[in-house]
């Protein structure tokens, strides 16, 4: 069994920072790779940003220059790094980790259970 634990979300106010953490813990082979999505409320989850296992990088183009995605790989964390926050990166942020379990090899993709960001004044 694999699971992800998320932290860091709250209330922030437009312009703010704000940093994200994902823990994976569990029976677990290899990571391939991490992932940050989001579901604002009425609308549809989408892909934030996501990192491999070699370090490349991919984000949404609502977040570029804005966000940053980085990786433990000793620790199996992720992280995601968030500044100049809009009213519009309101949202439900869901960590995503994708790769292959110790026991039988077999591959895993699991998500963790959210963590709020609201950028009000």
């Known amino acids: 069994q694999v699971q992800l634990v998320e932290s860091g979300g709250g209330l922030v106010q437009p312009g703010g920072s704000l940093r994200l953490s994902c823990a994976v813990s569990?029976?677990?082979?290899?990571?391939?790779?991490m992932a940050w999505h989001r579901q604002a409320p009425g609308k549809q989850r989408e892909l934030v940003a996501d990192?491999?296992?070699?370090?490349?990088?991919n984000y949404a183009d609502s977040v570029k220059g804005r966000f940053t995605i980085s990786r433990d790989h000793a620790k199996n964390t992720v992280s995601l790094e968030m500044s100049s926050l809009k009213p519009e990166d309101t949202a439900v942020y869901y960590c995503?980790?994708?790769?292959?379990?110790?026991?039988?090899?077999?591959?895993?993709?699991?998500w963790g259970q959210g963590t709020e960001v609201t950028v009000s004044s």
């Open positions: 990192i491999t296992s070699g370090g490349s990088t």
């Open positions: 569990g029976s677990i082979f290899s990571i391939t790779a």
């Open positions: 995503n980790a994708v790769g292959t379990l110790w026991d039988n090899r077999a591959p895993f993709d699991y």
